[in-house]
């Protein structure tokens, strides 16, 4: 094969003979694809499921991230929304559609990075579907199972005095990225098979701007803090649209207020403070707001193993978000736009 | 709402709120659209999943189609998937990206025509995404499960002597559509409310076009033939990719070949004739290689109730498909071109 062979020249059955042999295969798994749909065997018959696009030019670009890294972002946002119902991920369908002149590497890579993802917390990849379109995106719909008659972990458990718990050591990282990518000042080929670094400008290159260009790019997670979190958290949801966002989801979905604390939140933003004079960002912004963490954000009495508490949960004005009791500025990460 | 607001300024809540109404609720259901993910109770753990995209400019266009009947043709060609492998549809999550001046009511049309034929077969929607694009996009997942331990209806399991048999009267209905979708000759306003029929000019009004050019924006096959088919078929799949193309697939994956019998499908070619004639188009073509039908395409010893037969499987060369003895020429319908 060329390496410039054009998807549309090798046709779907082309591609696929180059994208099936990159997922791994689950015993659970009776039909995988290509037949009309896939069957598998879940754990337990009260399915998870979920779904998330990425599209070209909304949700990622070009320029700064590469193809390996679309398709793990792609799992990871997906894999996680079935971790925060308190389920382990079983399996992936994946729709792609693009351009009739995308590289055949591309349908590659992107596998890849989802089979590595799905591979990393215990699912496969089943089922697809490859279409034409003028812009590249990932589609992905994941499954998982809740076992016997155990609740699902829904946002509106959390209790007055409840500590809001985050999965993950850092707040930030992805809006940081996010900024390092708009900024111009960094670059990566989509195609790139040694998956970066990003090449950096002087100035860039002397901060941390590379690593968190990756973590936007494709955020990484302990999603098993989802399934694990178990008995130990009263609600939870995955980190998508920005701390103030989601706290104040988890909020009103409880009827409670939320209360920020900015001495649990100073080490997030000083780590960040370097990169945000390069680029004159206020980090606090990124750590509030910031989205596509993919963090378990949850509601706990204490803290369970892998969390950290940021604040709490009050019977204040349903779902209002402050910062030491103070009214928040800014608002979140909305996809949507 | 003014009738002209956009989605943009509405945003993801104001979207939701116009369509989450429209969606049906299934008791199985234990948490529906508004959490991370959807949590459902399957009648058994042995999951059947499929995921199918429509994109505007390669998959439908808006100025011959309505936003009603994508979201029907979304919702048709994944339960058929479903179908085929003998199983029961029970919900869907949807993805839906677009253009950040699409109007709200594409969102609620589309949202209709889902949950319409999704009610229709027995199946709920249980969740989604939006998100921005240049085109606008529809992929959908579908899920259902297979009672006990009874084997999914695979494309291996034709048998020499074995009918090749149909799940429907009329074959080359969308192709013959798509033919009328591509005279220019049709128009429809994709967000009409009455659903059609199309304006057609007065030579094609006088054939049936605007219900081909139905059949072809939305099919409406028997999806109960795939799971009701049960032990009677030795093989099965939708009809995607023409009854040549198709036909092939199921004469390959069964070590066989497959030959169409002209007497069979004789009633199917006349009755396209008169369109055909006006369209410059041979209608043998519509039937034959015509995709995007979705009836179930199967192998079985005698013909099922609700199908007929159309060809024989002989241990011919895998894979190869004649009519009345003689080769076939012409190629089947690409989704991926």
Known sequence: ??????????????????????????????????????????????????????????????????ARRVGRKAAVQNLADVAAMGARPQALVVAISAPSDEPPS?????????????????ASVVGGDLGGAEQLSVTITAVGSLPGEE???????????????IGGPRLGRSAAGLAVALSGRAALAFDDPADGPARLDPELAATDAAVLLE?????????????????AVSAQMDLSDGLV???????AASGLAVDLDPALLAADVETLRPLASVLGAEPLDWVLHGGEEHLMLAAAEAVPAGFRAVGRFTPGPEGLVTL??????????????
């Open 1 to 66: 094969m060329a390496p410039h062979a054009r998807h549309a020249q090798i046709g779907e059955a082309g591609l696929l003979a180059r994208m099936l042999p990159q997922l791994p295969v689950d015993p659970r798994t009776e039909v995988g694809p290509g037949d009309d749909a896939a069957v598998l065997r879940l754990d337990s018959p009260r399915l998870v499921i979920t779904t998330d696009s990425l599209v070209e030019g909304h949700d990622f670009l070009r320029t700064t991230t590469s």
């Open 106 to 122: 591309t349908f590659e890579q992107i596998t890849a990075g989802i089979a590595e993802r799905a591979a990393a917390w215990g």
């Open 151 to 165: 609740p699902p972990i829904r946002r509106d458990g959390a209790r007055a005095g409840d500590l809001l718990v």
């Open 215 to 231: 973590w936007h790019d494709a955020p990484d997670p302990d999603l098993a803090l989802g399934w694990g979190s178990g008995g």
């Open 245 to 251: 966002r989601d706290g104040a989801r988890l909020a």
């Open 324 to 337: 030491g009791g103070a009214p928040v500025s800014g608002v979140g990460f909305d996809h949507f736009s």
